[in-house]
């Protein structure tokens, strides 16, 4: 069975908080988990770190809209040190980046979904998101997959993914549908799948609880244990591939965003050793890809 390993890597737009509105946070913070109390980074340098140890490759989905705020070079140093550290980059978006601070400039938000946009503009994201990618030094052959922020593509963007030369799309959570998720399977589907020719859906893994509802492997989401009893049931099922959801942020908590001040999330951060050891014990079954390989195979 395939194990994909997948990291939504994104800055967050303004928040409103009962203290007021909280500026949008960019990459020293979201991805890269960095605090004047701590040593060492808690987002990316932590995951990456704890991945060399097992010598797993992950498929980080790298916003890419946020440049436009934020700048070209700091997401430019993130995508430099993923290909470095040899890991997959690929694209994610948050249309909402167009606006990151709507409120406290008194405009309207924008739809956060990519699905919400017609056929021509979520092409237009998308187009849009594939050179900003370009201009942090990604070569354009190398980005063939797709993830959707909330989970919120439709059936359009298959066809969107299309026009591009996007390959994979990894947006199907069924834990979001009828909720972000605006995508509309034919079935509830785990596995990988084709739907509409030449382009592949690859869902978020999930499980279903007594009573129907269904919950998606996160860090944040679920015990070690469950996520690990999990595979275990989908390898004996003889689905093909399970795809783990995680970001940077499950892994540390803001304390004071202006100093800035945080610390470790050591729950998430133990369960996400123990799946990697895990998976290091049962290589035998599990073996860990990363979506931009899947996507030329």
């Given at each position: ?7 939504d ?10 203290w ?5 946070l ?21 995951i990456?770190q ?18 436009e705020h ?14 470095r ?15 990151p601070e ?22 237009g994201?998308l ?12 070569k354009?052959d ?13 059936n359009l ?35 990988i ?28 989401a679920?015990?070690s ?25 499950e ?7 202006e ?21 290091d ?17």
């Amino acid at each position: 069975m395939q194990i994909y390993i997948t990291v939504d890597t994104e800055c967050t737009e303004e928040r409103l908080t009962p203290w007021g509105i909280r500026p949008p946070l960019g990459y020293d913070i979201m991805m890269w988990g960095r605090f004047a109390n701590q040593r060492d980074g808690l987002g990316l340098d932590f995951i990456t770190q704890e991945l060399g140890r097992f010598g797993f490759p992950a498929t980080f989905f790298v916003e890419a809209l946020c440049a436009e705020h934020f700048g070209v070079s700091g997401l430019t140093a993130v995508c430099d040190t993923l290909r470095r550290r040899h890991h997959d980059v690929q694209l994610h978006l948050h249309p909402n980046f167009r606006r990151p601070e709507w409120r406290a400039s008194g405009a309207v938000p924008l739809p956060d979904n990519i699905g919400e946009y017609g056929l021509d503009e979520q092409v237009g994201l998308l187009a849009d998101g594939l050179q900003l990618l370009e201009r942090c030094g990604m070569k354009r052959d190398a980005i063939t997959s797709y993830r959707a922020g909330n989970y919120g593509a439709s059936n359009l963007t298959w066809s969107a993914m299309k026009a591009v030369g996007l390959w994979v799309d990894s947006s199907l959570n069924l834990c979001y549908l009828n909720q972000d998720c605006l995508i509309r399977p034919d079935v509830p589907r785990i596995d990988i799948y084709e739907p509409i020719p030449g382009v592949f859906e690859l869902p978020i893994s999930c499980f279903t609880e007594p009573g129907g509802a269904y919950r998606h492997l996160e860090i944040t989401a679920v015990s070690s244990l469950e996520m690990t009893y999990t595979l275990d049931q989908m390898e004996r099922a003889g689905i093909a591939c399970g795809t783990i959801v995680l970001h940077p942020a499950e892994f540390f908590t803001i304390d004071n965003h202006e100093v800035p001040r945080g610390h470790p999330n050591v729950i998430n951060a133990r369960r996400f050793s123990r799946l990697l050891e895990f998976l290091d014990r049962e290589r035998h079954r599990f073996q860990v890809a990363t979506v931009g390989d899947l996507a030329v195979a």
